[in-house]
């Protein structure tokens, strides 16, 4: 059945979709009902059904004698996710669907708002190409290094190093290189933890590491978390209090889906907190370097006295996913984590640990770095709007302060896996926000990739999602027969 059946919601379609991408602004009055039916060649009824339409979708305000004007729209941020946590440790069971949503979203020809990996066009891939001819040329023998014992290249290990001066000094003995972030936080698990043990993590959190926990067999427990200011210590001291959390795995600077990032005297509390109840961090920091705050914010490893926090990142957001470099900081799970790495994967090629080593010492990483602050910035806070016009008036949104993607509740009867179905039909990707919950919980969540550059491709795409989510509110069948097939998949 098509969406727009109706000539009257045809016009509210293209209006919204002109208000989407603020041709017409808020505060801006619309064209009136007499010049709309003349241009479009409709009855001024048909005009006016479109525009209560409008009205009723929260997007325009009737003025008396004046006409029809858009609506101010603040967007609405999220509150505090605590009652959507699950109270007790559970084993994870996202992989399935997982998968099933990642097969649908890259299927060739889809818009690509799901994954969270960077658009190419903003990666520095001219200037990794010169450095790997350059590198190639000058020093070819690491095209063969390999060494079972020695799987760290030292100009690599020196930037890491020389990168967090600004917030602590690292021991070099400390660094493993990895393959990637996820590897560093596979192997940190292994280090820290066994199967059975419970992990708490962010309510929501990125859902490969809810897949890394249960593919070690490992439970996950939810912690309420901020959608601004990142987890609730208070709340993650009770669970510490009661002995029922062996290590934790957090995104504290821009926590992947919600974009918070942990003040630094919440840092210091954690960091504290966890040294004393001997409880390991995993701290994902992946978007560290690509928040928008004034100053960089530091890891919560800037506070750690005691070797306790493993802090894992890699190059693959803002420089290359391609180039496969991840590091872990392993604090005193060093020699542990250096050992997985070699029986699980031998050492990371020393030829790209070069490469990236010579990138960032020449402050290549550094400008990359400023480019992709300023543009990522811009694209989530044009998406974002846009998303807010388009999308019924009781969502309420993620205000990311780093990273490229939006978390969006909707309201309580919309199901993200029937929107996901949907917008699939339609060529569209997204994330579905049951997955980024280790219980099953935030299944009227859905997180949107904000990275790619503003097209009219993408524009459409908004619209129709919009126009996706307020079917799915007015049709709770829908989302009722999305979850039971969910379920059973
Ligand atoms: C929070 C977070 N951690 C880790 C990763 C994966 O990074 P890598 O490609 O280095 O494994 C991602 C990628 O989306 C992410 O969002």
Redesign the pocket.
């Known amino acids: 059945m098509s969406f727009q059946s109706n000539l009257y919601e045809q016009l509210a379609a293209e209006l919204s979709g002109l208000i989407a991408s603020r041709i017409f602004a808020p505060g801006e009055r619309l064209p009136s009902i007499r010049h709309l039916a003349q241009q479009k060649r409709l009855s001024i009824s048909t005009v006016i059904q479109a525009l209560r339409l409008l009205e009723d979708r929260g997007l325009i305000d009737a003025k008396p004698q004046a006409g029809y004007y858009v609506r101010h729209r603040p967007r609405t941020m999220l509150a505090v996710q605590a009652g959507e946590c699950s109270q007790e440790p559970a084993f994870v069971g996202i992989t399935n669907q997982l998968m099933r949503v990642l097969r649908a979203n890259e299927a060739p020809g889809v818009i690509q708002l799901g994954?969270?990996?960077p658009p190419d066009e903003l990666l520095p891939i001219k200037r990794i190409q010169q450095t790997v001819s350059s590198l190639a040329r000058r020093d070819p023998a690491l095209l063969a290094r390999v060494s079972c014992v020695d799987t760290n290249e030292p100009n690599f290990i020196r930037q890491i190093v020389r990168r967090a001066v600004d917030w602590g000094k690292l021991d070099p003995a400390e660094i493993v290189v990895t393959s990637?972030?996820?590897?560093a936080?596979n192997l940190s698990l292994r280090a820290v933890a066994k199967a059975g043990d419970t992990i708490a993590v962010e309510s929501s959190t990125?859902f490969?590491?809810l897949q890394l926990i249960e593919s070690l067999g490992m439970k996950a427990l939810e912690i309420p978390t901020h959608p601004k200011t990142g987890i609730s210590i208070d709340a993650l001291e009770l669970a510490l209090n009661e002995g029922l959390v062996d290590a934790c795995l957090l995104?504290p600077n821009a926590n992947?889906p919600l974009g918070s990032i942990m003040p630094d005297e919440n840092k210091k509390r954690l960091a504290f907190l966890l040294a004393l109840h001997q409880v390991p961090l995993i701290e994902?920091d992946?978007?560290g370097d690509l928040c928008f705050t004034a100053e960089q914010p530091r890891p919560v490893k800037a506070y750690d006295t005691t070797g306790n926090v493993l802090l894992c990142s890699?190059f693959?957001?803002a420089v290359s996913?391609a180039a496969r470099v991840?590091y872990c900081v392993a604090g005193r799970y060093a020699q542990q984590v250096a050992l997985l790495k070699t029986l699980s994967s031998g050492a990371t090629g020393h030829f790209f640990q070069a490469v990236l080593a010579d990138f960032v010492a020449g402050g290549s990483y550094d400008n990359q770095l400023r480019k992709m602050r300023r543009i990522l910035a811009q694209r989530l806070a044009q998406m974002s709007d846009a998303v807010a016009a388009s999308f019924p008036s009781e969502c309420t949104f993620s205000e990311p302060q780093g990273g490229f993607v939006l978390w969006i509740k909707m309201p309580e009867q919309v199901d993200g896996f029937a929107v996901h179905e949907q917008a699939i039909a339609n060529g569209i990707a997204l994330m579905p926000g049951t997955l980024f919950s280790p219980t099953g919980n935030l299944r009227n969540y859905i997180r949107l990739n904000c990275g790619n550059a503003w097209t009219p491709a993408i524009e459409a795409a908004i619209r129709r999602l919009g126009e996706i989510v307020h079917r799915v509110a007015d049709d709770p069948l829908v989302s009722i027969r999305a979850e039971q097939s969910a379920r059973t998949a």
Request: glycine letters at 4%; one cysteine or more.
């Open positions: 994954s969270a990996w990637s972030c996820t590897e936080i990125y490969v590491l995104i992947n994902d992946i978007y890699s693959s957001k996913p991840g």
